[in-house]
């Protein structure tokens, strides 16, 4: 019993030694600073968290937008190539699938596109008759090279927007193949050969500029029809007349395609020069025979060669500025300059005041003009995009002329 009552003795005192130092402790002068360091020092890791966690993208990381058959994706991802991102997606290829670009192709940049054409069935008319197969190209012309027709460029290769003017046994998308009639022309000594849509002889001239003078010089009759291989002779009456070929050359149109990426080009038609003959009347002065050009005919319309040409732009790392152009009410030629200006005047940041009090995308440095259309200013980019769509047209007639004045001074 007195051995417990000792060790009991002792326990107290243990304890109470114990809860001394405890009350020691907690009035140490040290003790509240090492207290509220450990408290802010976790509560900064919280803030930090909870502001920059949910936004921060891998630096490996890329923006890439899909359209697979008409349907769009934005995603952010570390896939390096398109194959990669595909089978992370569990998207199908199937056979005949075109992805564009190709599976191995490596993804580099922000921005990065990539198309996968399916494939669907397409029935092909030509003379009555209809052809149906599998492809995965949607372009007329190309889809019926693609099965072995001779397209030439006078052919009128078209979709057809009622096929059951057509027949009733169609399936898919339909292509009508109305081909030109070649015919044979000796135009004033010249022979060509020409593809036309003309229906009789007097057409075929007339469709052509084709001038005749008085007289029977036009063999056959004007009135006959126009046939594959006919022979057309159109010979001078009562002139000297001499004709020689040459060539026109083709035209270029550039169509900016904001599939493909800014200040890139592709050719989506290829261009072909067309030919003409200039008719010359030879008249003899003083012994001297003097060619006087009286008339070009053309033979052949150039093909226009077509250019796309890139406005596609990159998405900002960690922001959504793709999605805010497309949202907005800025028509898509416009979105190379519109991202030109943005970049420049606040990297795509909607909250963004600069040191002068200018806010927004663009720096309105009037800040009414920008917080009486959109209140939310600082998180309703589309908003801001919408009023600085405004100041741009009013102010430079266009979002061209304002990225040349941006460009020229630094501001706009």
């Known amino acids: 019993m007195t051995m417990k009552k000792k060790s009991k003795k002792i326990y107290t005192k243990a304890a109470a030694g114990v809860s001394i130092l405890k009350r020691r402790d907690y009035h140490h002068p040290m003790f509240i600073p090492l207290v509220a360091s450990i408290v802010l020092f ?62 191995n192709t490596p993804i580099l940049t922000n921005g990065f596109m990539i198309n996968i054409y399916r494939v669907h069935p397409v029935t092909i008319v030509e003379n009555g008759q209809s052809k149906v197969i599998l492809t995965a190209d949607v372009q007329p012309r190309v889809i019926a090279e693609e099965v072995g027709y001779k397209i030439y460029p006078q052919d009128y290769v078209n979709d057809v927007t009622s096929p059951t003017e057509l027949s009733k046994n169609i399936i898919g998308q339909v292509i009508s193949i109305v081909p030109a009639t070649q015919v044979n022309l000796t135009l004033y000594g010249t022979q060509v050969s020409l593809r036309t849509h003309a229906k009789t002889v007097a057409d075929l001239l007339s469709q052509n500029n084709i001038k005749t003078t008085t007289g029977a010089n036009v063999l056959p009759a004007l009135t006959t029809p126009i046939t594959d291989g006919m022979q057309i002779l159109v010979v001078p009456v009562g002139q000297q007349l001499i004709s020689q070929q040459q060539s026109i050359a083709y035209g270029t149109t550039y169509v900016n395609n904001p599939d493909l990426p800014y200040n890139t080009t592709k050719i989506a038609q290829a261009g072909v020069d067309g030919s003409e003959l200039v008719v010359e009347q030879v008249v003899v002065k003083d012994g001297v025979n003097v060619d006087t050009p009286i008339q070009t005919v053309v033979i052949n319309q150039p093909i226009e060669q077509i250019i796309d040409r890139g406005t596609g732009i990159s998405a900002v790392e960690g922001g959504n500025n793709i999605t805010w152009l497309r949202s907005s009410d800025i028509d898509t030629s416009d979105y190379s300059y519109v991202n030109y200006i943005m970049n420049r005047e606040s990297h795509w940041n909607p909250a963004d005041v600069n040191a002068a009090g200018c806010i927004g995308l663009g720096q309105f440095c009037n800040p009414s003009k920008l917080t009486v259309p959109c209140p939310d200013w600082q998180i309703d980019a589309v908003c801001q995009l919408n009023a600085f769509n405004a100041y741009a047209v009013s102010r430079y007639g266009s979002w061209s002329n304002a990225a040349t004045h941006e460009e020229d001074y630094g501001w706009w």
């Open 42 to 103: 976790f509560l900064a890791i919280i803030i930090f968290i909870s502001f920059s966690g949910s936004t921060v993208i891998p630096s490996s990381s890329r923006v890439v937008e899909i359209y697979d058959n008409g349907k769009e994706q934005i995603i952010p991802t570390t896939a390096t190539t398109v194959g990669n991102l595909i089978k992370r997606l569990g998207i199908t290829i199937n056979p005949g699938d075109i992805v564009n670009p190709s599976e």
